[in-house]
């Protein structure tokens, strides 16, 4: 069963989710796999799952060069449908820089949001066996202008609902991570902190939900403890599962790849294990589509025996240094940032955080994972306070002819 938008009370929306039902096959329940895609991907749609598979693989090697956590879970989907949304507002070279880091180059607007759209629906339809919930939204603070054109945009590409919030209510977070919390399962309770900072004025964010039953499961009771090497050379005991089904499986001179699949196998579970002497990091920085595909088109189904860990994890990261990294800098810049496309006052917007977390299990009956992102716009123009309390400059101005009467320095102000 899929819909098309996941619909709540609250009033905006910004969110991409994936959900699966759990369904689980028995021996004599008879599954017809799915052997092809329903429809031929136009140019664009290659262009756009290119450029996110490229994007994965870019922003997961700058992740983990910043991150000491053992367990990192990114969904670079869900990245790369909030900024979308957010590139509908960016001019000139904000817009180039965050286009080409997201893989986009020699796409044009246009172009782009067509091919979210169909893609979205594609995934949405592909396998009866999954479940699907996708709903977008902009979170707009009420006190700020923002283009109608900027609107129209992501709401009809990416079916975002749009509509503005009292920000200084202390009910406006909580209308945000509620909805977020329902689009995820509850898998994922808060995106955004309370109260919301006075610099932000809108919130882009995009949910991912996945649940879905392995079409080969796991025997539960040959579950058992088991050593797991870690990074730093010691061990330790996780819970094992296995199963003797048919797997397809690639291997090469540095990792060993098995293909795991869901439902009616639309959707899979790729796991690369490095042999004995590779480190897994090396593998992660050498990453790119061509060895990705090679991988891939190198998998055969054999029949084996598969033993991996149940495992649930929860993440959590902010990714404007990876994007700035890539080559995303003019966005987060409060004085280059060009937003223009966005409102009326763009030229003093920024993207100030590009917060993601994420949330997975996987088990002998199958995989649940999660994720949101959120990209929060934020103004210059909106500070909070402002204490002199240093040297300062004075100036008494007329302020229609701009006629400067008075100008000094006040260094050791005293009464």
């Known amino acids: 069963m899929t819909s098309r938008l996941l619909r709540s009370a609250a009033p905006v929306y910004a969110a991409l989710a994936l959900a699966s039902c759990e369904l689980v096959f028995g021996p004599g329940d008879e599954v017809k796999p799915l052997e092809r895609l329903p429809r031929d991907l136009s140019a664009s749609e290659q262009q756009i799952i290119a450029a996110s598979n490229t994007f994965a693989f870019d922003i997961l090697r700058e992740t983990i060069a910043r991150d000491t956590a053992e367990n990192v879970l990114l969904s670079p989907l869900s990245a790369s449908m909030a900024l979308g949304m957010a590139l509908n507002g960016a001019s000139n070279a904000t817009y180039e820089q965050m286009r080409d880091v997201l893989g986009f180059a020699g796409l044009d607007q246009g172009e782009l949001n067509a091919s979210y759209s169909t893609l979205i629906d594609l995934l949405l339809g592909l396998d009866d066996a999954i479940e699907m919930r996708i709903g977008n939204s902009v979170w707009a603070r009420s006190s700020t202008p923002f283009h109608a054109t900027f609107i129209d945009a992501v709401r009809e590409a990416f079916d975002a609902e749009v509509a503005s919030l009292d920000f200084n209510d202390p009910g406006a977070a909580t209308a945000i991570n509620d909805w977020v919390s329902r689009a995820t399962n509850d898998r994922i309770r808060e995106i955004v902190e309370s109260p919301i900072p006075h610099d932000v004025?809108?919130?882009?964010?995009?949910?991912?939900?996945?649940?879905?039953?392995?079409?080969?499961?796991?025997?539960?009771?040959?579950?058992?403890?088991?050593?797991?090497?870690?990074r730093d050379g010691g061990t330790m005991t996780v819970q094992m599962m296995m199963r003797d089904a048919?797997?397809?499986?690639?291997?090469?001179?540095?990792?060993?790849?098995?293909?795991?699949?869901?439902?009616?196998?639309?959707?899979?579970?790729?796991?690369?294990?490095?042999?004995?002497?590779?480190?897994?990091?090396?593998?992660?920085?050498?990453?790119?589509?061509?060895?990705?595909?090679?991988?891939?088109?190198?998998?055969?189904?054999?029949?084996?025996?598969?033993?991996?860990?149940?495992?649930?994890?929860?993440?959590?990261?902010?990714?404007?240094?990876?994007?700035?990294?890539?080559?995303?800098?003019?966005?987060?810049?409060?004085?280059?940032?060009?937003?223009?496309?966005?409102?009326?006052?763009?030229?003093?917007?920024?993207?100030?955080?590009?917060?993601?977390?994420?949330?997975?299990?996987?088990?002998?009956?199958?995989?649940?994972?999660?994720?949101?992102?959120?990209?929060?716009?934020?103004?210059?123009?909106?500070?909070?306070?402002?204490?002199?309390?240093?040297?300062?400059?004075?100036?008494?101005?007329?302020?229609?002819?701009?006629?400067?009467?008075?100008?000094?320095?006040?260094?050791?102000?005293?009464?």
């Open 201 to 230: 004025v809108m919130y882009l964010i995009n949910a991912i939900y996945f649940k879905g039953s392995w079409t080969e499961q796991f025997e539960r009771g040959r579950t058992a403890p088991a050593p797991f090497r870690t």
């Open 246 to 415: 048919d797997t397809y499986y690639h291997a090469d001179q540095d990792v060993q790849v098995a293909e795991l699949r869901y439902g009616r196998g639309a959707f899979v579970m790729d796991i690369v294990l490095p042999h004995d002497g590779v480190d897994v990091d090396d593998v992660i920085a050498s990453l790119d589509d061509a060895r990705w595909n090679a991988w891939i088109d190198g998998l055969h189904e054999y029949d084996m025996m598969l033993r991996m860990p149940k495992y649930t994890f929860e993440y959590e990261t902010t990714m404007n240094d990876a994007l700035e990294a890539l080559g995303m800098t003019d966005a987060f810049d409060d004085f280059a940032a060009d937003f223009s496309r966005l409102s009326p006052l763009g030229d003093e917007m920024f993207i100030s955080s590009v917060k993601q977390k994420t949330f997975t299990n996987v088990d002998e009956k199958g995989t649940e994972a999660a994720a949101a992102t959120a990209v929060g716009i934020g103004v210059t123009s909106a500070p909070s306070q402002m204490v002199v309390d240093r040297p300062f400059i004075v100036a008494i101005r007329e302020r229609f002819s701009g006629a400067i009467l008075f100008l000094g320095r006040v260094a050791a102000p005293a009464i």
